[in-house]
């Protein structure tokens, strides 16, 4: 059963700092991986999706990457803003349709 | 169009009545699926529509049914709920099963009285 870990549950920084978010996850066989931001109340954003055949995306002063062989995936942010303020989930997508996600990191980004 | 449109964006409803939540994506995706979300929480899959076959989570109870009218619509029929059932219901859509990713609408906060 694929289990997915989301490191650190919560982190506040200072506006500017880039930082990173962890997610780990145990089965190595998987279709994509999914990287997800959500405001409180609202529906998910996708942020990036990588495919199992790639090792990272980018989109702006976002990154993420991925190592199958470590179980590993992390989401870089850059010159982090308080509009960057949000819970991110990550999701795994495996034998099925279905997507496993971690718990999230809630992220907020102090003036 | 790249949008799974929720309707509506907030119901409140007493535990003798009977509802529906809309979803409708134009995208062309060929899966369609329900999520619930408590507080705090991630999303768990509650029904999947794919290629035409509706696969169920058998936790999910019976009070809950989905009807698939066409490929892009998914309902989400609700009767005799309980207050437990109170949460943020999400639909999203992807282009198949292995998934070009997916794409999820905004919800539908669901409050049960």
């Known amino acids: 059963k694929q289990e997915v870990t989301q490191i650190p549950a919560a982190l506040s920084v200072p506006e500017g700092e880039n930082l990173v978010l962890n997610c780990s996850f145990t089965?190595?066989?998987?279709?994509?991986l999914q990287w997800f931001r959500q405001d409180p109340g609202k529906g998910l954003t996708s942020l990036l999706l990588?495919?199992?055949?790639?090792r990272e995306q980018t989109s702006g002063r976002l990154n993420a990457s991925l190592d199958k062989s470590s179980g590993r995936s992390t989401l870089y942010i850059a010159a982090s803003q308080p509009g960057d303020s949000a819970t991110y989930l990550c999701?795994?997508?495996?034998?099925?349709?279905?997507?496993?996600f971690g718990k999230g990191t809630k992220l907020t980004v102090n003036p | 169009d790249t949008e799974v449109t929720q309707t509506p964006k907030h119901l409140v409803m007493g535990m003798t009545n009977k509802k529906s939540l809309k979803c409708e994506q134009h995208?062309?995706?060929?899966?369609m699926y329900w999520y619930k979300q408590k507080a705090k929480k991630p999303p768990e899959l509650m029904f999947v529509?794919?290629?035409?076959?509706?696969?169920i989570n058998e936790s999910v109870p019976s009070r809950f049914s989905p009807e698939c009218p066409n490929s892009s619509l998914l309902n989400l029929h609700l009767h005799a709920l309980q207050p437990e059932d109170s949460a943020l219901y999400l639909c999203?859509?992807?282009?198949?099963?292995?998934?070009?990713?997916?794409?999820f609408g905004s919800g539908t906060r669901l409050t049960v009285v």
């Open positions: 995208m062309g995706h060929r899966a």
């Open positions: 999701a795994l997508q495996g034998g099925s349709e279905k997507l496993v």
């Open positions: 089965d190595s066989a998987i279709y994509n």
């Open positions: 529509y794919s290629y035409e076959k509706l696969s």
């Open positions: 990588i495919q199992s055949s790639q």
């Open positions: 999203a859509s992807s282009q198949d099963r292995t998934g070009a990713g997916y794409t």
